[in-house]
Structure formats: C-alpha cells, structure tokens
C-alpha cells in the first residue's frame, strides 16, 4: 500500500457530540442516504445503519478489491443485518422506529408503502419521527416511478450540457455530485425538522428529496439568464462565462495551474507581475466584459508566461503578489501538501481490515462541539447484537438469529469490531 504523509487519527470515544443522543435509522443505499447521515454521525448521532444480508450496495464499489467508498461514508455508523423479504423483519422495523428520530429510506416511491411502512404507519408509531424520502425524481410529476440515479440528474438538469468543451461531448462529473448534493440537502432538513419538532413543539413530518431538485438547485441562474438573453449557456471547458481571466494553465514541467483573477484589482495586478502592464491600458482587456470578449488572447498570455516557469516557481512568484493561484493536484501530489498536513484536513482512520484508511476529516470544524472519529466503518451486522438483543429480548432474538432472519458478523466471518483495542 502507498503510504501517505497525513495525521493518523485514533479514535475519541469520550467526545460524544452535540448531536449524542440523536438516534438515526438508516435504511437507504448507495450514496446519498449515506452522505446524510456521515454528517450527522459524524457529530455524535447514533446512526444504525439497517442492511440486507448482502449488505449495502455502496459495498460493492471497490477498488482493488476493497470497499473504500463505505470506509469512507459509513464511519461512526452502526450495522444490523436483516432479511428484508420476511415479514418479521417489519416488525422489528417498527420497534426500531420507536426508539428513533428520523427514519432515512431512498426506496423507490411507492415501495415504503408496500412494505406496510408507508408515512402514515410510521407516523402512528412515533408521531414526531422525520421521515426522509430520497429518490431520482421525488415523490410527484410524471417521473416519479422511474428509476433514478445522480448519474441521470445530473444529464437532466443540466450540469452535463455545460461541462467540457464546446467541440466535444458533454461531461458527466467523476464522482457522485448529485447524491452528495442531497446528501448534505438531507443532513440540514433534518435538522430543520427535529427543530421544528423540540424547540417548537411541532410534530414528525416527511421530507421529500429528489437527485434532480438537488442537482438543479447548484446550477444558479441558468433557467433566468435564458429567459433573459435567448441563450443557452455553452460549453467553455475550464474558462468562465462571467469573469476573466479564470481557467487552468500548464507549467514548464507539465503540471497545472488554476487561476482566477476576477475581480478588477486582481486582473490588473496579475498583468503587472506577468510584464504586461501594457494590458491594463488596452481597452481590449481593461475591463472584465472587453477580457471575456477576447478571452481567447488573454488566455494567450497568461498561458505563454505560466509555460515558462516550473509549478513551484509560478506559485511562489503569484503567492508573493496575492494573485489567486492553485496548483491542480492529483491524490497524490494533495497528500503530501503541507497545508493539508498541518489542518489534518486527510486523515487516515484506523481499520480492522487495511490498517489505516485516508479519507477526509470531519466537515465543518466547529470550536466547542467538534465531530469526531469514534468508529470504523461496520462490518454486515456487527452491531446487530447490542442493537437489537435489548429490543426484543433473548429468546426472540437467538430465534431469528436461527432462521436467518437477523445476521450478526461473527456468523459471516466478517472482521468485528476493533473498538476495544485501539480505545485510548
């Protein structure tokens, strides 16, 4: 394994969390369910991850063999395996939401009701209970039973048609944009919700979130500045279509540079340094609309002056003279930066299978009620036992335990749990 010049995170089983005592079933798979609820477990929430057998999809992306996507979302999460397609599994999903706050489920629409777990049941049972509902294309409107992944989202509202260049294909993003986008959507309604529930004495309510409402809503103004200009925004690869110069520029030794000058005193200042003064008097490039009319040659310059130095001397040279540069890091190269070494923003988790595992800190860093890293991302129903034994009872559960109903780890041969042994 590449080892990776970043803190070493043990784990901090005192820090509890503002959100300790908040109690989270998850049902959801995939990435967006996921996201949601890492930003609550990571600030203290008890969040009980409930699995098929087989477990959850997220854990069959891998890359060299290993789950990477799950050790990174499915931190400071527990898990309980159980067979979905028997009916006792119900009701133990009904024991469960007694006990919780919000119930989290990216089933397609329709399936919840099926179960018998529709919003009115599961509002019997817990009046105040947050109800999420994710899906593709929300719970209304002529797409409501399509299938639906961020992939598609991302297509439909837009974001493809926009990204890349104007010659070539649109882009779909490298990574789940639009389930991390509902992701983080979810984690904040929420939290509107139980508000509305503690502090206002409001009762339990569904919240619906579509990967296409989410993916539409970071586009900003794209809908309004067609209907004022006619035009649908193109393509411009890395160049903006409000501010230049803005875009990515090669080095002497072939790396990458990000630049964004776009307010006025910055442009002019990062003429200066480049020896071209001469353009902040030149009514081509004088102003923000003349340099995105002749973005072209502007690009031009910039890119000729960046050619000719190495990436440590352009970044030395443009830090010096506030100009806003950034190197284009690969894994790699961010790694091995001292900034993220120093703010620990990649840490690298202890893991019962790998060791340790890097993945990024907890987001946002708070000063009196910091998120922690209390556990490693759960094997299949390790946690099935201290979940549930104490809900239904001995008997009951080494019953269902015999009929495969509920799976614990131990009996898929699955790593346990490495709490104990690393608690300081």
């Known amino acids: 394994m590449i080892s990776m010049e970043i803190h070493k995170k043990k784990w901090q089983p005192q820090m509890q969390g503002p959100l300790s005592g908040l109690r989270i079933l998850d ?35 891998k890359i ?15 898990s309980i395996a159980v067979d979905f397609r028997r009916i006792e599994t119900i009701d133990i999903i009904k024991q469960l939401v007694q006990q919780a706050d919000a119930l989290i489920e990216n089933f397609r629409p329709g399936v919840l009701e099926k179960m018998g777990l529709g919003p009115d049941v599961l509002l019997a049972i817990k009046p105040s209970l947050v109800i999420v509902r994710i899906s593709g294309w929300g719970h209304s409107g002529p797409y409501q039973h399509k299938p639906g992944f961020g992939t598609l989202a991302e297509g439909y509202s837009g974001y493809a048609s926009i990204s890349g260049f104007s010659d070539r294909e649109p882009v779909l993003p490298a990574i789940f944009l639009g389930d991390m986008t509902t992701g983080l ?12 529930v503690r502090v206002n004495g409001g009762q339990g309510q569904v919240v619906e979130l579509s990967l296409f409402d989410s993916t539409l809503s ?6 309004a500045n067609f209907k004022l200009s006619g035009k649908v925004k193109p393509r411009t690869g890395s160049r903006s ?10 080095t002497k030794d072939d790396q990458w540079i990000c630049l964004s000058a776009s307010t006025e005193t910055t442009a002019a200042r990062l003429f200066k340094v480049i020896g071209r003064d001469d353009m902040n008097r030149d009514p081509r490039f004088k102003s923000n609309d003349a340099r995105l009319n002749n973005v072209t040659q502007v690009d031009k310059v910039i890119g000729q002056f960046i050619a000719s130095k190495t990436l440590q001397e352009n970044l030395e040279l443009f830090d010096r003279e506030a100009i806003t540069v950034g190197p284009v890091y690969d894994a790699a190269q961010l790694s091995k930066d001292p ?28 000063s009196i009620t910091p998120g922690a890293m209390r556990m490693h991302a759960p094997a299949i129903g390790e946690h099935t ?3 549930l034994e104490p809900i239904l009872g001995l008997e009951v559960y080494n019953r269902l335990v015999s009929q495969n109903i509920i799976v614990q780890a131990e009996e898929k041969n699955l790593p346990q749990s490495i709490y104990n042994s690393t608690k300081e």
Request: charged letters at 20%; hydrophobic letters at 40%.
């Open 218 to 223: 970071i586009l900003g103004p794209q809908a």
């Open 339 to 366: 900034y993220v070494i120093e703010r620990e923003s990649l840490i690298q988790m202890q893991d019962p299978e790998l060791g340790f595992v890097p993945m990024h800190n907890v987001v946002p860093r708070m």
């Open 241 to 250: 279509t409000t501010n230049s110069p803005r875009n990515v520029y090669k």
């Open 185 to 196: 959507y979810g984690a904040y309604a929420v939290m509107v919700a139980l508000w509305n």
């Open 27 to 61: 049902l959801s798979r995939v990435a967006a369910g996921n996201m949601l609820t890492l930003q609550l477990a990571d600030f203290g929430a008890d969040v009980i991850k409930l699995e098929p057998v087989s477990g959850d999809t997220l854990r069959g992306m």
């Open 64 to 78: 060299d063999g290993v789950s990477t996507y799950w050790k990174v979302y499915s931190r400071n999460k527990k």
């Open 385 to 387: 036992k201290e979940v």
